[in-house]
Every structure is written in C-alpha cells, then in structure tokens.
C-alpha cells in the first residue's frame, strides 16, 4: 500500500460532504468517530483484530495529486477554495486502536479517531475496508487453526481470493490467525513462510505417475511432497510414492516430506495411506490434505480418526465463503464546542443500531489467578479502573444483572497510533503478532471459543458512560 496513492479510493459522498463541511465554516470542527461492529461473523464467540499496519501505511500517505484535484474539478461540484485546501492537504488528527492479533467482540471501538471534521469523516472507507478484510480472514483463519488441534494449517486460497490484493493481505491475516504459511508470495512482503507441493498436472504431463514422482524427486530430492490422488490413491498413488521414496530420496540422504491428498473420502484414505507409509518405514512421512476444507469438515474428519497432519484450506478461508462480510461501521460518537466534548447518539428502531456516545476506552478485566479474560467494559475515555478495588461490571443489556469483580487486572485495549497526524506508534514483527494472537486466544474460556452456541462474552458500560447514554436516550426520544 505504500507503493500506490489510494487516497481516492473513498466512498464519493465523504469528498461532497467534506466540500460541504468546509463551505459551512466546519473545516476546523473537531470530531469523534469510532469504528466498532455488531456481530461476529459465523456466529462465533469473538473476532480477531487485524490490518492495522496497512491502515498506519495509508495514513501516512495521504495525499491529493494533480490528477485527484483536476478530476474532481471536473466534476463542477466543489469550491476552488476546497480544491486548493486538498492540494495543500496534511493528515493531523490523533488515532487509537486496538493492536493487531487482540480478540474483539461486537460494540467496542476498535479505532478511534479524533480530529477536524474533514479528515476524519474523510477516511471512514479506507478504516473499515482495510480493518473489515482482514479481521474477517484473521478469525476465520483461528476458527480452523483451532479446528486442527495442533495440526499445522496451510493457506492455500490465492486463485479464489476476490484480486490479488485480498490474496496477499489474506494470506497475511490468515498468518496472524495462526496459520504455518503460505502458497503465495506473500513471503516476499511479508515474511510468511512459503509452501508448495504440485498440480495433477504435473503427474499427467509425463507418461506415468511413477516417472511424474521421479522427475519430481530428482529435481528437489530434500522437499518432497508428492500428489497422490490423481488416477488412484491407494493402487497407485501411495504405492508409486513409496517407490520414489526408496530409490530417489533416501539414497541421497534424505526423508520424504509427504503425501497430499485433495479428493475422495479423506478420513477413510488417510488412514489407509498411514499404515501404507507406516509398513514402509515411513512414519516420519505426513500426510496432507485439501479439497475445499474448512473448520467444520477439519473437526469431523478428526473425530472420525483421520490421520492428517498438515491442512491446505483454500476458497472457505480466503473469501470466508459462510460469511464473507465483517460487518463494522464508523460512527460519530462526539464533537467538541468552544473545547468541550458533546457526545452524540445515533437512535434507531432496530435497538441494536444504537450507538453508544462519547469518546471512549475499551478495558479488559483479567483474573489474576487464573489470567482468563472477565469481561470488556467501555468507559469514558477520562475514567480509571482501580484494580485495588471491586468493580461492578454493569449489564447495558440486562441493567438488573450486576457482578463485583475482584483479584482482577485491567488492561487498556485502545493504544494510540496516530498524535496530530504523527504515526507514534511502532508495528510488531508479523511473527510477533501472530504468537500475541495464540497468546490473547487462549485467555479467553473454552466456553467462549465453542463453535456453536458460544457462550456470551459481555462488553460492559461504565455506570457513567451508561447514564449518559440513558440521558441522550431520553434527551432524544422527546424531540
């Protein structure tokens, strides 16, 4: 992303009303917004942030050419006064959010952006496009990886991503949802290890399967992972692996890697092609397989005592083809008149589009026995949590169901990346942020991370961030 301008790429109605702005005196009005969501996707019992790194990227790099500023003349619709502040532009406000890898959960800001009105309504698209990718392969890449139970998980969906840039930032966020690597060359960018194995058509291009093996063996003799399945899996396939693997890859020194498998019934050729290897000498050999897989089809195959140990999930990971759309949106929570805070309050029938007000803090609660997490809890941005005393996690949902929380740690989850348009905030290393995911997954309870009908993690409201919403709720209900 540093590579290219994407300014541009905005929802046309943020340049209207920036115009707009600016021709009412507002160019220097401050104000608030949060990026947050409604709901997990899969109906899972959190999400995983991701893409913060390519959201500092165009951050940093805003900026209207020639060619920006004649287009949008060219479309009569701007002031030339406007025209000449986007020419002149410079990126100034102070951003928050929540670090890459952290579980989130739906309703708590997970980027917060403070400053003038223009600039920040200005690049609500490019928040939610770049933070709603990437989140959305990132937990679908932990749901599978937990799927897996240990065994490793490939990224193998390049070919089905929607382009190439949800192909490379795919494959990245799937590595910070735990997956070993990649198929593309999402290395080259980004440090994700590589791994490939071979096409059907490589076994078809030579006149055998065994003399396709041979060449293969031959020309990467320490690499070795053949495919197996492409006339007969237990007839030929595993028996012509074998072959190869005895007269040209343990004569020169080395073990074979493995076998993939990508069709028929995995568990029942799994087991076969194990005591196949198993007799041979080979139980160093593993197995893979692919084939339209996701975490579902992963978890039963398992519970039926397949023997696979390395999963290549392709077009169910990459798109997040059961729900292929993170919902978060960018709201505006607050403005400042003559410097203090107003808060705002989107209202709505639907009671879960109501928005909660103010500029806020995310915090979470950890026991300290245990170091599980305990709940979130929202509070304006200027309250503390005394860990010294109980705290009484407060339902916003169920206002009669009360809990005092003790023995506890409260982290702040809203780290600022942005202070007056100055990037202050250094990236982690993509490994680094990958073992934070692990690490922050497992605080979170067996019962939060079940795949169906998890339990409910709350996101609490402080008691004062609580009455002021009810006091905008009724402030607004009369007008």
């Known amino acids: 992303m540093d590579k290219m301008n994407l300014t541009m790429l905005t929802d046309f109605y943020e340049l209207t009303m920036a115009n707009g702005y600016f021709q009412n005196g507002l160019k220097e009005k401050q104000a608030y917004f949060d990026m947050f969501f409604r709901k997990v996707p899969d109906n899972g019992g959190f999400a995983i942030m991701a893409g913060v790194e390519q959201l500092i990227q165009y951050l940093k790099n805003l900026r209207f050419d020639d060619k920006d500023i004649e287009y949008l003349r060219s479309k009569k619709l701007f002031s030339e006064e406007f025209l000449q502040y986007l020419k002149s532009f410079k990126f100034s406000c102070d951003v928050w959010a929540v670090p890459e890898g952290t579980p989130i959960f739906p309703n708590e800001p997970v980027v917060s952006v403070r400053g003038p009105v223009i600039e920040a309504q200005f690049i609500e698209t490019m928040v939610l496009l770049t933070i709603n990718h990437q989140s959305l392969i990132t937990t679908k890449a932990n749901l599978i990886v937990r799927a897996a139970q240990g065994r490793d998980v490939m990224e193998f969906g390049s070919r089905r991503a929607q382009g190439?840039?949800?192909?490379?930032?795919?494959?990245?966020?799937?590595?910070?949802?735990?997956?070993?690597?990649?198929?593309?060359?999402?290395?080259?960018?980004?440090?994700?290890?590589?791994i490939g194995t071979m096409?059907?058509?490589?076994?078809?291009?030579?006149?055998?399967?065994?003399?396709?093996?041979?060449?293969?063996?031959?020309?990467?003799?320490?690499?070795?992972?053949?495919?197996?399945?492409?006339?007969?899996?237990l007839k030929s396939g595993v028996p012509n692996a074998i072959k190869v693997f005895n007269?040209?890859?343990?004569?020169?020194?080395?073990?074979?890697?493995?076998?993939?498998?990508?069709?028929?019934d995995i568990t029942y050729l799994s087991k076969e092609a194990r005591r196949m290897l198993d007799e041979a000498g080979f139980q160093d050999c593993r197995i893979v397989a692919s084939n339209s897989l996701d975490e579902f089809i992963i978890r039963d195959i398992l519970m039926q005592g397949a023997q696979v140990d390395l999963f290549g999930v392709g077009e169910r990971l990459i798109t997040s083809r059961?729900?292929?759309?993170f919902g978060g949106v960018y709201m505006l929570v607050a403005v400042e008149e003559n410097g203090e805070m107003i808060p705002k309050i989107k209202l709505s029938e639907n009671v879960g589009k109501i928005t909660n007000p103010g500029f806020k803090q995310v915090w979470r609660l950890f026991d300290r026995e245990s170091g599980k997490a305990i709940a979130d809890v929202l509070t304006a941005n200027d309250e503390t949590i005394d860990?010294?005393?109980?705290?009484?996690?407060?339902?916003?949902?169920?206002?009669?169901k009360r809990k005092n929380v003790t023995n506890f740690i409260a982290k702040r989850l809203l780290v600022r990346i942005f202070d007056k348009g100055i990037c202050v905030y250094e990236s982690p290393?993509?490994?680094?942020?990958?073992?934070?995911c692990k690490e922050q997954t497992d605080t979170l309870w067996d019962e939060v991370k079940r795949f169906e009908n998890p339990h409910k993690y709350y996101v609490d409201l402080s008691k004062p961030l609580w009455e002021m919403k009810e006091r905008l709720l009724q402030e607004y209900s009369v007008k």
Request: glycine residues 8%; proline residues 6%; hydrophobic residues 35%.
């Open 429 to 436: 290393k993509l490994s680094e942020i990958k073992r934070y």
């Open 199 to 233: 096409a059907h058509s490589w076994i078809q291009i030579f006149p055998s399967e065994l003399e396709a093996f041979r060449a293969y063996a031959r020309t990467y003799p320490g690499s070795c992972t053949f495919l197996v399945d492409t006339y007969n899996v």
């Open 164 to 194: 190439y840039d949800g192909a490379i930032y795919g494959a990245r966020a799937a590595y910070i949802g735990g997956c070993v690597g990649t198929c593309t060359i999402a290395e080259k960018e980004f440090d994700i290890p590589v």
């Open 387 to 400: 860990e010294s005393k109980s705290y009484e996690l407060f339902d916003p949902e169920y206002t009669w």
């Open 247 to 264: 007269e040209e890859i343990v004569p020169r020194g080395f073990r074979p890697k493995g076998i993939r498998l990508d069709s028929g």
């Open 322 to 325: 059961s729900e292929p759309v």
